[in-house]
């Protein structure tokens, strides 16, 4: 069973960093394509970035482009993200998931993704 734990979240002002980790249990870590995902209340889960196998590939949602860099450490089984520049509408739970499946793509919807993590809380001040 594949387990993600996510890290790294907090209460900052606009403007400041944070960089989330994501832990994920086992031995196959690397075969799996990765995402960020968020959730702001009363809104649906939404893509934030994904990574490919190698971490060679990455895709942004246009939100956070430029501001926001998904990274990964196959050695250390773990998922990161840089947030930089944060504003007050980056406020969310941060979710990592990963795709398991073999395809090459990286998919940017919540169905193409069958793990999760519990989320971790990113609270954004203006």
């Known amino acids: 069973q594949v387990q993600l734990v996510e890290s790294g979240g907090g209460l900052v002002q606009a403007g400041d960093s944070l960089r989330l980790s994501c832990a994920v249990s086992?031995?196959?870590?690397?075969?799996?394509?990765m995402g960020w995902f968020r959730q702001a209340p009363g809104k649906e889960r939404e893509f934030v970035a994904g990574?490919?196998?190698?971490?060679?590939?990455?895709v942004y949602s246009d939100s956070v482009k430029g501001r926001f860099t998904i990274s990964r450490d196959n050695a250390k089984n773990t998922l990161y993200v840089q947030m930089n520049i944060l504003k007050p509408e980056d406020t969310a739970v941060y979710y990592c998931?990963?795709?398991?499946?073999?395809?090459?793509?990286?998919?940017?919807?919540?169905?193409?993704?069958?793990?999760w993590g519990q989320g971790t809380q990113v609270t954004v001040s203006s």
């Open positions: 990574i490919s196998r190698s971490g060679v590939s990455t």
């Open positions: 086992g031995r196959t870590f690397s075969s799996y394509k």
């Open positions: 998931a990963a795709d398991s499946t073999p395809l090459t793509t990286i998919r940017v919807t919540t169905g193409g993704y069958n793990y």
